[in-house]
């Protein structure tokens, strides 16, 4: 009987003020590993718009998005996550209003 196994998949996500290069040179280490990374680069967010409320509360939304969008694509039953600064701030925010 063949075993299905579902992937197991590693989402990091940067901080403000970055672009996360930290994302890519963790690359090699996870793939080595047999861990799928799977990069959110949400580009550069500056402090002004990470002090306006509603532009904080667009990117948990998309977050959310994106994320639920990768576990229904790859059939993953669970994902981890590595994230700093900001981007913990969108995944924790993104789980509690799943």
Known sequence: MIEFR???I???VHG???TGKWQK???PYLAKHGLIP???DY???DVLRFLLPWTRNRRVRAIREELRELVRITGADR???IAHSFGTFQVME???RE
């Open 6 to 8: 579902r992937p197991k």
């Open 10 to 12: 590693v989402v990091t």
């Open 16 to 18: 403000i003020q970055t």
């Open 25 to 27: 040179e963790i690359t």
């Open 38 to 40: 799977y990069h959110l």
């Open 43 to 45: 580009g550069w967010f």
């Open 79 to 81: 994902i981890s996550v």
């Open 94 to 96: 993104a789980l509690q």
